[in-house]
């Protein structure tokens, strides 16, 4: 669909004046850097996006799609938003946390509590949980997800803290990560989220060893 007519389409149905940040999701190369990254000038300079972002694109791609806006002296992209979590780290860590760290931008990371599994409720012999999430945090019981999850309880205790405050916290310790993203149904879900939590180098460090592969 044509970005501009998405972005005015978005702008009524937010009925907002401005977009933040706006998001290219899932890059397509046979359209024209030129033409996508044109139409983002064009609507900075018009002030309905203020910034924009990459979100599942190659670090191949984002690092051509940055050089091309500053080769052409247009807005370039600010950030990516990737899958990043404590048991979802290699498609992230690697070419593309180098390529975000070579650009100078930072990852906004989808999914920060990998789809509920993080928070703790998912374990083995528990009955299943009523959620429409259920089944894809079940596609992480595996028992080296399941020895993350006891590492995160120590480190949950020593915080008095949720299991999903502590899996946030990781993401913001990670040097390439400016926000994580984690998305609630209920009230609780939403004060397990919002409790902000500093981990040690040491509990960092213990997650690490844990969740590495």
Do not use: C
């Given at each position: 669909k044509n970005i501009i007519a998405a972005c005015e389409e978005s702008l009524d149905r937010l009925q907002t004046d401005y977009i933040d940040l706006y998001y290219s999701h899932s890059d397509d190369e046979t359209v024209s850097l030129d033409e996508t990254l044109g139409a983002y000038a064009?609507?900075?300079?018009?002030?309905?996006?203020?910034?924009?972002?990459?979100?599942?694109?190659?670090?191949?791609?984002?690092?051509?799609?940055?050089?091309?806006?500053?080769?052409?002296?247009?807005?370039?992209?600010?950030?990516?938003?990737?899958?990043?979590?404590?048991?979802?780290?290699?498609?992230?860590?690697?070419?593309?946390?180098?390529?975000?760290?070579?650009?100078?931008?930072?990852?906004?990371?989808?999914?920060?509590?990998?789809?509920?599994?993080?928070?703790?409720?998912?374990?083995?012999?528990?009955?299943?949980?009523?959620?429409?999430?259920?089944?894809?945090?079940?596609?992480?019981?595996?028992?080296?997800?399941?020895?993350?999850?006891?590492?995160?309880?120590?480190?949950?205790?020593?915080?008095n803290v949720s299991l999903s405050a502590v899996a946030l916290a990781w993401l913001r310790a990670q040097p390439s990560v400016s926000v994580p993203i984690a998305s609630a149904r209920t009230v609780e879900q939403v004060e397990e989220i919002v409790q902000v939590v500093e981990l040690s180098v040491e509990e960092v460090e213990k997650l690490n060893r844990v969740s590495a592969f």
């Open positions: 064009q609507l900075i300079a018009e002030g309905k996006v203020r910034y924009i972002a990459a979100s599942n694109f190659t670090p191949a791609r984002l690092r051509e799609s940055i050089k091309f806006s500053e080769d052409n002296n247009i807005p370039a992209y600010v950030a990516v938003q990737d899958l990043y979590n404590l048991v979802d780290r290699k498609t992230y860590e690697g070419e593309m946390s180098q390529a975000v760290a070579d650009l100078g931008i930072s990852n906004i990371p989808f999914y920060g509590i990998a789809r509920g599994f993080l928070s703790g409720k998912y374990r083995p012999g528990v009955s299943e949980v009523d959620s429409k999430r259920a089944a894809g945090a079940r596609e992480y019981a595996t028992d080296k997800n399941y020895a993350v999850l006891t590492v995160m309880d120590e480190v949950a205790k020593n915080h």
